[in-house]
């Protein structure tokens, strides 16, 4: 048995095909175009392509974007004043601050200074604490876009055994919480595995779905999995290959080639879950201006 692989190209071009006709008649009918203010401290070189490929994502579907790029020494009482102000624009419906920050500035003190309407991130607590009683909010982009992936591929999660390896605050624990709500997309019974989870295979070889978000290479290997399954790769890590022209090659926390002939479906890396972070970061930005639009 071969897994299906799970095409996050594919499904990213579609969903911001629709996000496309989005905006352009919420232009033509509201006179609204949604607007993304992006906000980049210092001079972090995967940051600054991420902010980069945002941008650029933006365009191609209409989307307004205002660029801050600011020095690794911008304070950060000068960060949250160019927050509040971005709060107070109408012209902008969604703020994103690229994180990591530089080590002087307190990441939550920023994350809470953001207007939780404008949260398109879904970090602050107020959205993270309406996700988890399950009222309308913006959903964290990367599990969003796993949600998205399971449903596009017909996966069924109700009634299913979820195990998410990881319980980071930006891809772990939440996408173990949308697993587990009452919603299209949940009702699954969710385990949530980390560094301190003893005999990791017991639960993993369980797992009618398993996310994988260790941040570590071959954290699961084919032995681990239940025949069947659907594998879902977070991870991107640099592995040094000779081969290669940067003289490295990006490899998910998934052994993909062992567990691919085990596995029913399967992401790869890259290709699978990394496209979807920026594309429902664009959904949400969408979603706000539409509600602005509705007010």
């Given at each position: 048995?071969?897994?299906?692989?799970?095409d996050g190209k594919l499904a990213a071009k579609n969903l911001r095909a629709q996000l496309t006709e989005s905006v352009a008649k919420l232009?033509?009918?509201?006179?609204?175009?949604?607007?993304?203010?992006?906000?980049?401290?210092?001079?972090?070189?995967?940051?600054?392509?991420?902010?980069?490929?945002?941008?650029?994502?933006?365009?191609?579907?209409?989307?307004?974007?205002?660029?801050n790029r600011l020095p690794e020494d911008t304070s950060e009482e000068e960060l949250i004043g160019l927050i509040h102000k971005l709060n107070?624009?109408?012209?902008?419906?969604?703020?994103?601050?690229?994180?990591?920050?530089?080590?002087?500035?307190?990441?939550?003190?920023?994350?809470?200074?953001?207007?939780?309407?404008?949260?398109?991130?879904?970090?602050?607590?107020?959205?993270?604490?309406?996700?988890?009683?399950?009222?309308?909010?913006?959903?964290?982009?990367?599990?969003?876009?796993?949600?998205?992936?399971?449903?596009?591929?017909?996966?069924?999660?109700?009634?299913?055994?979820?195990?998410?390896?990881?319980?980071?605050?930006?891809?772990?624990?939440?996408?173990?919480?949308?697993?587990?709500?009452?919603?299209?997309?949940?009702?699954?019974?969710?385990?949530?595995?980390?560094?301190?989870?003893?005999?990791?295979?017991?639960?993993?070889?369980?797992?009618?779905?398993?996310?994988?978000?260790?941040?570590?290479?071959?954290?699961?290997?084919?032995?681990?999995?239940?025949?069947?399954?659907?594998?879902?790769?977070?991870?991107?890590?640099?592995?040094?290959?000779?081969?290669?022209?940067?003289?490295?090659?990006?490899?998910?926390?998934?052994?993909?080639?062992?567990?691919?002939?085990?596995?029913?479906?399967?992401?790869?890396?890259?290709?699978?879950?990394?496209?979807?972070?920026?594309?429902?970061?664009?959904?949400?930005?969408?979603?706000?201006?539409?509600?602005?639009?509705?007010?």
């Open positions: 048995m071969t897994a299906t692989i799970i232009k033509a009918d509201k006179g609204v175009v949604p607007g993304l203010a992006v906000v980049l401290v210092g001079e972090d070189p995967a940051s600054k392509s991420y902010v980069t490929a945002k941008e650029k994502a933006c365009a191609e579907i209409g989307i307004y974007s205002d660029d107070q624009d109408s012209q902008i419906h969604g703020i994103l601050v690229q994180l990591p920050l530089p080590r002087h500035i307190d990441e939550n003190k920023v994350i809470m200074a953001i207007d939780p309407d404008k949260d398109v991130d879904g970090f602050h607590p107020v959205n993270v604490g309406r996700m988890n009683i399950g009222q309308p909010c913006f959903l964290p982009c990367t599990p969003h876009g796993i949600i998205h992936l399971l449903m596009i591929n017909n996966i069924e999660t109700k009634g299913k055994h979820a195990v998410v390896i990881g319980r980071s605050n930006i891809v772990g624990k939440p996408v173990a919480a949308l697993l587990a709500r009452k919603a299209e997309g949940g009702n699954a019974t969710v385990t949530l595995c980390h560094t301190a989870t003893k005999n990791l295979a017991d639960f993993t070889r369980q797992a009618d779905i398993l996310v994988v978000a260790s941040g570590r290479p071959n954290t699961v290997t084919a032995d681990m999995v239940k025949p069947g399954a659907a594998v879902i790769d977070v991870g991107v890590n640099r592995v040094e290959d000779s081969s290669y022209e940067k003289g490295y090659r990006l490899v998910g926390d998934v052994d993909f080639e062992a567990v691919k002939d085990v596995a029913g479906w399967i992401t790869p890396v890259p290709g699978g879950v990394g496209p979807m972070t920026i594309t429902m970061l664009l959904y949400n930005t969408v979603q706000s201006a539409t509600m602005k639009a509705q007010c």
